[in-house]
């Protein structure tokens, strides 16, 4: 019985599995992104990522959001 309790704490869990193999997802995903987004800016001869000095605090994007009510 203590091999097999053993070997049962040495194993991760579901949640520890899932967790690692999300956080290599969300990195596959930004490492792909980010190809992708520097493919388009070399077609359009552009920079990427942007300088950071053209994006300072005062260049705020502002969203507006529409909430809606009903169908009418």
């Known amino acids: ?3 097999t309790k053993v070997l049962e ?3 991760p869990s579901l949640v520890q599995i899932e967790a690692e ?14 190809t992708r987004m520097q493919e ?4 359009q001869s552009e920079v990427f990522p ?3 000095a ?4 005062s260049a705020r994007l ?3 959001v529409k909430h809606r009510r009903g169908s009418g």
């Open 1 to 3: 019985m203590k091999k």
């Open 9 to 11: 704490e040495s194993l």
């Open 21 to 34: 193999v999300m956080a290599e997802g969300r990195e596959w995903m930004r490492q792909r992104l980010e």
């Open 40 to 43: 388009l800016a070399d077609q």
């Open 50 to 52: 942007p300088k950071s």
């Open 54 to 57: 053209a994006a300072g605090p």
């Open 62 to 64: 502002l969203v507006r």
